[in-house]
């Protein structure tokens, strides 16, 4: 547990194990943080020449300070700024100590735990679970593009309500 | 066809090329010109082997290591810094190896490397040669011998993939920047259809060979009925039509080293019934060989695998047994280099 992510500045310790965590929870009920999010999405997209006047620059560091404490709290958010958490059944991929973005690595242990941190259920095993309990689950199986690390610590909200009004062109799909 | 009792059959005419060093003629449907995807294109058994690279700057040491492959494998996996180990690299590795004919399987590790580092890399081993690679994310550096170092990942496996491809088949890079010349690389991943969750496992395949995957290799088998579920789901899916499975196998030395693997190493699985097999045995080292032979037989058969991948770390003299004794080669015989040196011949007579 002496070694951080590779994602995390050095020197912040991964989470803690299973004990507690909210992020569990919000796993558990993928399928209510699946509602809430398809419930907030249009809201958020509708609000597009709001955000506009006030100018999307001014909005981004209160914004992206919302966004990470509320899904810092909920899913361990680490602000990777391209959120992917509705196609990974709401375990966020960043607190895979590999950041692997499409799937396990093949060390995951016989108990279901992380091949680095042993005391950490496997970021992808949650992800999975999730899945399952999701509408939409299946996008677990969508092949995810190259993390861009320019967008670290970005509101992917903010980004949704200008990709989805046309305002900036939407992340290239892999080939 | 065997002639004069032991005389080996030659290799296949196709899998010889005017020079041993340079990759083959290209043949139509073919993403690459080497040896491996030849052999699997034509439906043959194929025997992939791991070399242990050294912690040396002498090639000798790398020539003796696969000098005890020729003529049992059509493939040698240079692994990159496996276990987070430092060693030689895999493309140095895989440069000394085409240098004298052999096909090498560089394997390419997410873990030490950026997307820079990664797409220079690809196109200096497609140009010296290298027709294979393994595109892999790596174990992470707390296993290994440098627990200090900075891990990188700024890829991952399934994204290596699209990336590799989009070189070949675009020939860009992922920046969109033209390449003048385009990898003609042959596509591998691996896959571990022995850890969990193995519900997920089948589509984190389809996902790799969504993202490119030609090829796949398998962590170590110990448990068929694992992998006979796993080829179920497989098959249901039709992704052995799209991507060769070849199975990872390997002789375990003794009980002791198979109870320290599966503590140890990540990702390996193995049974109890096969431990206390070999603390059954007499001779544990020929037990473990005996199982793995077993292990091969029993895999052949399972429709949808296209071959095996034998690892056997540090007791690499055995694999010419291992793979002679299960069979799977039907008397063909691999690549090897009098036989190559007779066709020149008989060219040079010819002319």
Known sequence: MQIPAAFEPPGKRPPAGDHGRLRFFSIRHARLMENLYAAFEPILVRLHPVWARIGYTRLERPVAAVESAVKGALFDCRMCGQCILSSTGMSCPMNCPKNLRNGPCGGVRQDGHCEVYPEMPCVWVKAWEGSRLMRDGDRIAEVQPPIDHRRKGESSWLRVAREKNGAVAPAPKPH | ?351
């Open chain 2, 1 to 351: 066809m065997l002639r004069d009792g032991d005389a080996p059959m030659a290799p296949h005419p196709d899998d010889i090329g005017p020079e041993p060093h340079a990759p083959l003629p290209p043949l139509p449907g073919h993403s690459s010109r080497g040896r491996l995807e030849r052999v699997l294109r034509r439906g043959e058994f194929a025997v992939t082997a791991e070399l242990n690279p050294p912690d040396s700057a002498d090639p000798e040491e790398v020539y003796e290591r696969a000098h005890i492959f020729e003529g049992w494998v059509d493939g040698i996996n240079a692994t990159d810094g496996s276990g987070a180990h430092c060693h030689m690299s895999s493309v140095a590795i895989c440069a000394l190896l085409t240098r004298i004919g052999y096909s090498p399987i560089m394997q390419i590790s997410c873990r030490d490397y950026n997307r820079i580092a990664i797409q220079g890399n690809v196109l200096g081993a497609a140009a010296l040669g290298v027709c294979n690679v393994l595109c892999l994310t790596g174990d992470g550096v707390q296993c290994g011998d440098h627990p200090e170092a900075k891990p990188v990942f700024d890829l991952d496996s399934t994204s290596l993939l699209s990336v590799i491809r989009t070189m070949r088949e675009e020939k860009r890079f992922l920046s969109g920047r033209k390449l003048t010349s385009g990898p003609d690389l042959f596509l591998g991943a691996a896959e571990n259809p022995f850890a969990p969750p193995y519900e997920f496992r089948p589509i984190r395949l389809a996902k790799k060979i969504a993202a490119g995957a030609q090829f796949c290799q398998t962590q170590y088998c110990f448990d068929v009925p694992l992998l006979e579920r796993f080829m179920q789901r497989v098959r249901d899916d039709g992704l052995e039509q799209e991507c060769f499975i070849l199975v990872g196998v390997g002789p375990l030395a003794s009980a002791r080293t198979a109870k320290w693997m599966r503590a140890n190493v990540a990702g390996v699985h193995i049974p109890d019934a096969v431990i206390a097999r070999l603390e059954g045995a007499q001779n544990q080292k020929a037990e473990g060989k005996k199982i793995c032979i077993e292990l091969i037989q029993q895999i052949r058969e399972i429709k949808g695998v296209s071959g095996v991948h034998v690892m056997a770390y540090r007791q690499e003299e055995y694999v010419s047994e291992i793979v002679h004794e299960s069979g799977v080669l039907r008397g063909r015989t691999p690549w090897r280099r009098d036989f190559q040196h007779r066709l020149q011949a008989v060219e040079s007579l010819g002319a």
